[in-house]
């Protein structure tokens, strides 16, 4: 049977989350705040009266003409996913494969990668530059730019804010590659909420930048599986002609429509909840001899240790808390956790403390 298989898919691992057993789960950037019963019971009212027999919306008219309000982007500007990685396979399917390029600044977010292997695409991976001890990555945009190609259209990912480092790339740093960019640029911004900034006010200027979004951070929707891009009307065509039909399901799209509809205004209350206690946990940690957590602009953290990384991360799956572990690009010394509840974070604050010693 593995004779059937495509070569590139041969060599792929799959994505396995993590299902170690634990009472505090920190590693997945989740929310720690479920939505309120009353929402809940608002979603279950009006998917109840819906039928079950018919396909829902495959444009998602409804859940675009908010966003669209929540964006200030126009209706024609937005496509809807079944999470920002199915609109990350998207892109690559409508933009990238086999004799084509996808520039990928690592460390990243490991989906874009993956689809452009299972695309046939040839990946150029150009590490970060270390900056200085505060904000210690930025974009290799000299080495970025000796990939480019004017013979050949391109397509570059760029997170921002990036994950798993939590900062922002300078701003000037990235306009100079999309200035210079013979192809789509996308900016991945999973985590905007947390930090505000956004390249989606240049999207007139720049037509051939994809924003994309996810109510998978902020809203506390991560079960709903659902993500957004913007980006120009006729780069968004391109998007339906490759996307699933029906891609997301009624109850998702219902759950966003209810919760930007009525609730926003509880996202952003959560939002500033989870920021302050960012900082405070960061200030903390920061306090403990033996590790260093660098600045974030996320809901998670991204802190280094002078003892071993693999003890510290076993040492608080034994008390019970989850985090993450990456390997190379200098992030072997590291753990990434989320920002959790206010009690969560004592206690992970606690066994940092018992255990740094």
């Not at 008219?61 to 990685?85: C, H, P, Q």
Request: hydrophobic share 40%; glycine share 6%; charged share 25%.
């Amino acid at each position: 049977l593995k004779s059937f298989v495509r070569d590139v898919v041969k060599d792929l691992k799959p994505y396995k989350p993590n299902m170690e057993p634990c009472k505090i789960k920190l590693d997945a950037n989740e929310s720690p705040f479920d939505i309120p019963q009353e929402i809940k019971q608002r979603i279950w009212e009006r998917v109840k009266k819906e039928k079950f027999n018919f396909y829902y919306d495959p444009n998602c008219t409804e859940l675009r003409e908010l966003l669209s309000k929540y964006t200030n982007i126009n209706l024609e500007n937005i496509f809807v996913g079944s999470g920002a990685d199915e609109i990350i396979c998207d892109i690559v399917f409508a933009f990238a494969g086999p004799g084509r390029d996808v520039i990928i600044p690592v460390p990243a977010f490991e989906s874009y990668e993956v689809y452009s292997t299972i695309s046939g695409a040839n990946i150029i991976k150009i590490p970060l530059l270390p900056k200085d001890s505060l904000t210690p990555w930025e974009l290799d945009v000299e080495k970025i730019q000796s990939c480019f190609r004017q013979d050949k259209p391109q397509l570059l990912f760029i997170t921002y804010p990036n994950n798993p480092t939590g900062n922002y790339f300078g701003e000037e740093r990235i306009l100079e590659l999309i200035d210079n960019f013979n192809g789509i640029v996308v900016v991945d911004e999973a985590y905007y909420e947390f930090g505000g900034k956004t390249f989606a006010d240049r999207l007139v200027e720049y037509p051939h930048i994809i924003v994309i979004r996810t109510f998978s951070k902020a809203f506390s929707m991560a079960s709903a599986r659902v993500g957004y891009a913007l980006g120009h009307e006729d780069v968004i065509k391109q998007l339906y002609k490759v996307k699933l039909p029906y891609n997301v399901s009624l109850f998702s799209q219902i759950a966003c429509i209810e919760i930007l509809k009525e609730s926003i205004g509880w996202v952003e209350e959560q939002t500033n909840k989870i920021i302050e206690s960012r900082t405070e946990l960061r200030k903390e940690l920061d306090k403990i001899s033996g590790m260093h957590v660098y600045p974030s602009y996320t809901n998670f953290l991204l802190a280094d240790f002078e003892k071993s990384r693999d003890i510290v991360y076993e040492e608080l799956l034994k008390r019970g808390i989850l985090t993450k572990r990456f390997y190379g690009f200098g992030l072997d010394t590291t753990l990434r956790f989320a920002v959790g509840s206010p009690e969560q974070n004592k206690i992970l604050i606690n066994a940092f403390k018992e255990i740094m010693g």
